[in-house]
């Protein structure tokens, strides 16, 4: 213990405020020593000098309606899925450099992108590209990026403080109001569109109108937005009757485009009320069921109140029954005490525009064969936009339609001209009476039944018919009752009527509610052959040929228990022409849209036709 303790006394102890100022004395050396280090490095030359990135400049608007050339704009951001899928990166090395890196690198410092690889480069201004994508081709996740430029032999590198950021997701654009919904070009209050969007506006956004009631979209007008405006009125041309989508395509920074549509051209999947428009200038809509002889039909004229003229014919007579003018939005007309049952047009002219619209007139009653026109059908196939979100409501694409529609473009409806109005003509000039209706008025209960009839002729293409019509049509036939239809791909769809709306209309069943099954074929023209086998007398007194033809509906077989009694076509074994027996009844089908066009210029085709009617009338 006393050496111990010597050995200790050896050492004086230092007091611990001098040992707190050596430790000082050495931190302060240290920080003049890294500060000396610092300035001398700031007064080095730096081996990367001004990295730059840069592209075209985000005006597409103006690149496809000016044909500019773009400009090269300073761009942080953009988009490898957009119109200008790259960006352009520049740096300056004030000396020549040996075995030098480019890459691209993540937040995280990983290499996503080799530019050039141990390269020796000048002095002087060098451009790189980027696509967006790895060294395996793949473009690279949402985020920012950075450059790196490494010099090997030195063990040096340069990250690049200003960000790349790689943006693939398209701003979203929606359509909040078009408006007015008609427009009448020229009219004062109705010739100028306004709409309103969300969506970012600068650069300026594409504004785009398409005509959708065509087989496909046309491309009408492109209109360029205004920078930071989110409306856009525009006087609208003089443009053709039909119907409008608009569309409003947006731009973000990085260059991707987002439009109002799913789709360019637009498609009405997705495309919400009131986001379209139609042009009309005249439109008349009128009664689809029956009106009785001295009776008054109403018809709503649009789009605007104005004078116009009217008059009323019979289908097949120039001469007008009645005639009348009218100023406003409904138009009365008195149906003349002498007309006859049949098929009228009325005929309305206003402002130099002309609108014709179907009237069906009944003269008193008869028990005798009822003559059916497919009023449903018309409406159906009728391209008229209800709900303004710029694509037509039809029945054909599933869509409900309203059933007192006024008929696009002041046309007659569908199939009218060419199967209706000839067969009618064709009664008429054979002085054969008959009862008149629609297939509306049948699923109203209004007007003429099928009850008690010996005869039922369609006389167009009921596509639709709602299921109680069906129910009752194919009861009649069990029970005894004759049918003849001389349309085509009927009775094979239901539709559901509402108050005024036709809706809910299914798929085509693969057999009609008669249990027959048929296709489509077309062929160059050629005349049906009668088969062999005459039951009915129906294809009797004719040479064995029947028409010409391009446009067959061939039978491919029938339900069991029903018995083919005459048939005619090109293949004896999927005839056209068909009767056939079912349950106690018997159904004709005449087998081409074509049939009705041909009556008054073929003399077989009239033979058959009326021994047609004559088996209904019995």
Not at 81 to 104: C, E, G
Not at 391 to 413: I, K, M, T
Not at 541 to 552: A, K, L, R, S, Y
Request: proline letters at 8%; aromatic letters at 8%.
């Amino acid at each position: 213990m006393g050496v111990v303790s010597r050995a200790m006394s050896t050492f004086p102890a230092v007091p611990s405020s001098r040992l707190v100022s050596v430790v000082f004395g050495v931190l302060v050396v240290a920080t003049l020593g890294a500060f000396v280090a610092t300035q001398r490095l700031k007064r080095s030359t730096p081996f990367v000098e001004r990295v730059y990135y840069y592209g075209p400049c985000i005006k597409q608007v103006e690149v496809d309606l000016l044909h500019e050339k773009p400009q090269s704009c300073s761009r942080s951001s953009f988009s490898p899925v957009s119109r200008w899928p790259r960006i352009k990166l520049r740096f300056d090395l004030p000396k020549r450099q040996t075995r030098v890196t480019v890459a691209i690198v993540n937040d995280s410092g990983d290499e996503v992108r080799t530019l050039a690889d141990d390269v020796t480069l000048r002095r002087g201004q060098h451009v790189y590209t980027w696509n967006g994508r790895d060294n395996a081709g793949t473009i690279v996740p949402d985020g920012d990026y950075r450059l790196r430029v490494t010099l090997r032999e030195q063990g040096r590198a340069l990250t690049a403080p200003r960000t790349i950021t790689v943006d693939t997701r398209p701003p979203v654009a929606k359509l909040r109001f078009v408006g007015p919904n008609t427009i009448l070009p020229g009219s004062p209050g109705m010739g100028t569109l306004t709409l309103r969007f969300a969506g970012p506006s600068n650069p300026r956004p594409l504004i785009q109108v398409w005509r959708t009631d065509l087989p496909k979209p046309d491309l009408v007008q492109p209109l360029a937005g205004k920078r930071f405006r989110q409306s856009y009125r525009w006087q609208v041309p003089p443009l053709a009757d039909g119907v409008y989508a608009v569309t409003v395509t947006v731009w973000d920074q990085a260059g991707n485009a987002g439009s109002t549509s799913t789709a360019l051209p637009p498609v009405p999947k997705g495309a919400a009320p009131n986001t379209g428009f139609s042009v009309r200038t005249l439109t008349v809509a009128g009664p689809l069921e029956p009106v009785r002889a001295g009776g008054v039909a109403r018809f709503q004229v649009g789009p605007v109140s104005r004078r116009l003229r009217w008059n009323l014919t019979a289908v097949g007579d120039n001469q007008p029954l009645a005639r009348g003018e009218g100023n406003g939005r409904v138009v009365g007309v008195r149906v003349p005490r002498d007309a006859a049952t049949g098929l009228y047009q009325l005929r309305v002219q206003a402002a130099g525009h002309r609108s014709i619209t179907p009237l069906v007139v009944r003269h008193g009653s008869t028990k005798g064969v009822l003559v059916v026109l497919p009023a449903i059908t018309w409406q159906g196939l009728n391209p008229v936009d209800d709900d303004n979100n710029g694509f037509a409501n039809v029945l054909s694409a599933g869509d409900p339609v309203r059933a007192d529609r006024y008929f696009a473009h002041g046309e007659p409806p569908a199939g009218l001209d060419e199967q209706v109005i000839p067969l009618l003509r064709f009664l008429a000039r054979e002085r054969l009476p008959y009862e008149l209706t629609t297939d509306l008025a049948l699923a109203r209960g209004s007007g003429p039944g099928l009850s008690g009839r010996p005869g039922v002729l369609f006389a167009g293409d009921e596509t639709w018919l709602t299921d109680k019509v069906d129910l009752a049509l194919r009861d009649y036939v069990d029970k005894g009752g004759k049918v003849a239809s001389f349309g085509t791909d009927a009775f094979r769809r239901l539709v559901a009527l509402g108050p005024n709306t036709l809706q809910d209309p299914t798929e085509p069943e693969r057999v009609n509610v008669f249990g027959e099954q048929t296709s489509e074929a077309k062929i160059e023209q050629a005349p049906m052959v009668v088969n062999p086998g005459s039951e009915l007398g129906l294809l009797s007194g004719t040479d064995g040929f029947i028409g010409q033809f391009t446009e067959f509906e061939q039978q491919d077989r029938l339900v069991s228990g029903t018995q083919l009694l005459e048939s005619a076509g090109r293949d004896p074994k999927n005839p056209a022409f068909v009767a056939y027996k079912l349950g106690n009844g018997i159904v004709v089908r005449v087998g081409s849209p074509q049939w009705a066009s041909q009556l008054a210029s073929d003399v077989e085709l009239s033979t058959v036709t009326r021994h047609i009617w004559t088996f209904l009338s019995q």
